[in-house]
């Protein structure tokens, strides 16, 4: 099944070269691109690709709210959301996942993270550029953890092992790996983990993890 992919950027050339990459895959067709935010949710909208890449400075709307209105809480069928962004310290990406973005790229991660990283979203999971992950979640989620309360008895132990795992970035398949269970089982438990902690996606769960100071 061929992965049908919106490109929202304001540059022409990151437009084209997204494409170039995208559309040399086997199994991956960029069906359209927007130039500002409100070109983007208008054709997302109105084409349902299985993935958008969503710049987050552009004009009209902005990539955050086009990300909220199209993969927030308050939309009743999400679409998968990749922000990508230039700077790779910048708090606006961590807005962007709890706007409802299914995972975020640093535009010079290179051809195979992008490839990857719709690949991903396509399939459910998240794709986080491996060189942000850490810092940029501890950093806009210090306050939180101090905050946030726990849910003591709230997930069972193989449960909260999952969290973990999604929180540091490992697929379904490698969580299956390291705890020797089947990739149904893992899931499982993962869709009991969003039932129960009312998150829709991984990367809910993952930044739920993080507020928590779960890894820390």
């Known amino acids: 099944m061929t992965i049908r992919v919106l490109v929202a950027d304001d540059q022409v050339l990151v437009r084209t070269g997204f494409r170039l990459v995208l559309d040399a895959a086997p199994d991956i067709e960029v069906i359209a691109e927007a130039a500002d935010g409100e070109a983007a949710v208008r054709l997302a909208r109105q084409l349902r690709p299985d993935v958008t890449l969503m710049d987050i400075r552009m004009p009209e709307v902005d990539g955050l709210r086009a990300t909220e209105l199209l993969a927030g809480p308050s939309v009743a069928h999400p679409l998968r959301v990749v922000v990508v962004t230039t700077y790779d310290a910048d708090?606006?990406?961590?807005?962007?996942?709890?706007?409802?973005?299914?995972?975020?790229?640093?535009?010079?991660?290179?051809?195979?993270?992008?490839?990857?990283?719709?690949?991903?979203?396509?399939?459910?999971?998240?794709?986080?550029?491996?060189?942000?992950?850490?810092?940029?979640?501890?950093?806009?989620?210090?306050?939180?953890?101090?905050?946030?309360q726990g849910t003591p008895g709230l997930l069972t132990d193989r449960e909260s092992d999952v969290v973990l795992a999604v929180a540091r970035g490992r697929t379904n398949a490698e969580i299956a790996d390291d705890l020797r269970v089947s990739l149904s089982t893992v899931k499982t438990h993962l869709a009991s983990v969003q039932r129960k902690l009312e998150l829709r996606n991984r990367t809910e769960v993952a930044v739920w993890a993080w507020q928590r100071g779960l890894l820390g």
């Open 91 to 148: 708090e606006n990406v961590y807005a962007a996942l709890l706007g409802g973005a299914s995972g975020f790229l640093l535009k010079d991660a290179g051809p195979r993270l992008l490839v990857d990283a719709v690949r991903a979203a396509a399939g459910g999971e998240a794709m986080v550029s491996p060189s942000v992950t850490v810092r940029l979640l501890a950093r806009f989620t210090e306050k939180a953890r101090r905050r946030a």
